[in-house]
């Protein structure tokens, strides 16, 4: 099964396509989609659905993973990001993806073994379940990562629910 998971941001969002063939991880490629801070808000908007549904039409996920929003307490970065994320969404569904949703608490539980752990402990485990050389950076990317991997994570328990 091939997962893209999307970290969504205005100025960067993080992407991590991997593959998951039976109980282990294969990183396809990882990035981040970058925009400039003196473009309105429509434009980088459209830049990041144009790129979203490149990589889509490239690498050919089964589906699409999505953190979900962390409420921040700047009204209007969650507004931002809110509106990222529902780019990023639109851009999962006209590319004909099912899109799943996970919380930061499920992510990081799924990862790190504890939903409360720190960037650095998500970051070290996702180098270490993809078996890669360097921890992804920025963030956003290792987040996009980490949200792959707890979707295969997951799709493994239902797999092995369903057979009970």
Do not use: W
């Amino acid at each position: 099964m091939r997962i893209i998971g999307i970290d969504p941001g205005i100025a960067i969002t993080g992407y991590g396509i991997i593959d998951k063939v039976d109980n282990s991880y294969k990183p396809v490629t990882y990035g981040k989609i970058s925009t400039e801070a003196d473009a309105s808000t429509f434009e980088r908007l459209l830049l990041l659905y144009n790129n979203l549904i490149e990589i889509f039409a490239v690498y050919h996920p089964e589906c699409a993973v999505i953190e979900e929003l962390f409420f921040n307490k700047n009204a209007k970065t969650a507004m931002v990001i809110g509106q990222a994320r529902g780019v990023a969404i639109l851009a999962a569904a006209n590319s004909g993806l099912e899109v799943f949703e996970y919380t930061p608490l499920q992510v990081k539980q799924a990862v790190a073994g504890y939903g409360r752990a720190d960037k650095k402990q998500v970051q070290r485990m996702v180098k270490l379940l993809l078996n890669l050389k360097e921890v992804p950076t920025p963030d956003d990317v290792a987040d996009a990562l980490a949200a792959a991997l707890c979707h295969g994570s997951s799709q493994k328990m239902r797999t092995l629910l369903d057979r009970s």
